[in-house]
């Protein structure tokens, strides 16, 4: 397999082709939809490319078993590049429903666009521009996501399971984010008890699933694998994607504002009720309960209040008993790879990427 930085840049060239295009045909839109169509391409540039990375070992994993499969790189390449600007898509609507202002360092796609509203002395609420545009934005992703997939899938062999598996990862990531959602309202009238369950649930609809497990299966699929290379590799997969999830809640809370993007603190002040705030509530007392509870969702937390919150999050032991479930899912996923029938190179980019999706510092 290509190592990361050539998965990345084969992505960059197939998206810079994909959008050279789209801007040829909306010409014709004028000058305001330039602005809509140069937005939603901003939004492509930077980011990990971990979904076309895993989706591609996906498919070298099998492909070599099938003459046809090792000389559709094309498709493959379409596929990846599907994946990312459907992330895309997701990251403009989740930044708009976190109130996120920034993203990867820079401006998040609605205060772009509110940026734009203002320098453009346009009337009207600023903000309220920039919102109601990035809804759109999102769903103009989604429509290229879908453009590029069915580049992917013209006349191919496998097109049926690869539509019907991609079909699947947008329910299921779209349901989970209405769950992470609800979840900052639900738990006050669900069982403490039952919090790290739920909380779990969301991490595997919304991340392990949708970030991991289904590129490998889509590539995969796209290579003609039969059942058992399927079950090995989400049953790899899938504990990846629990462990790289858990580690974003780390970090959500614990990271480093100069390598995530993103402030100190970001999930305690969108209120995320994660497995790590499930566990620490368990630990502790009512009172300290409450006061979490208190402080949990305050968009204006300050840097002493933030610290005061880690403080009880590490001494709680959630921290640690996170860190060890990190430590079990990566081993189940390991263990998943192992006598199952796949490429021995890609077995080991695969272990690579799992190192990087749950051992990382952004």
Known sequence: ???????????????????????????????????????????????????????????????????????????????????????SAALVHDDLIDNSDTRRGRPAAHRALEHEHVSRS???????????????LGDLL???????????????????DVRAGYARMRRDVTTGQFLDIAEESAWRVNPDDEH?????RVVSLKSARYSIEQPLALGAALAGADADQ????????????????LRDDVLGVFGDESVTGKPAGDDLREGKRTVLVALTRQNLDAPARRVLDELLGDPHLDASQVAALQATITDSGALDRVEAMIEDYAAAADRALSGARLENAAVGTLRQLARAATVRTA
């Open 196 to 200: 790290a369950e739920r909380a779990l």
């Open 142 to 160: 989604i429509s290229w996501s879908d453009d590029l997939l069915e580049d992917a899938l013209a006349q191919h062999p496998h097109a049926a």
């Open 230 to 245: 399927l079950r090995a590799l989400r049953a790899f997969g899938h504990p990846v994607g629990m462990a790289f999830q």
């Open 1 to 87: 397999m290509p190592l990361s930085h050539q998965v990345q840049q084969a992505v960059a060239t197939r998206l810079d082709r994909f959008t050279a295009g789209v801007r040829a045909e909306s010409a014709e839109y004028g000058a305001d939809a330039a602005l809509f169509i140069e937005s939603a391409v901003a939004t492509l540039q930077g980011g990990k490319r971990l979904r076309a990375r895993f989706c591609h070992a996906g498919w070298q994993a099998v492909a070599r078993f099938s003459d046809r499969a090792a000389a559709e790189s094309d498709a493959v390449w379409d596929l990846c590049a599907a994946l990312e600007v459907f992330q």
């Open 122 to 136: 346009w009337g009207g609420d600023a903000a309220a521009f920039g919102r109601s545009a990035a809804i759109l």
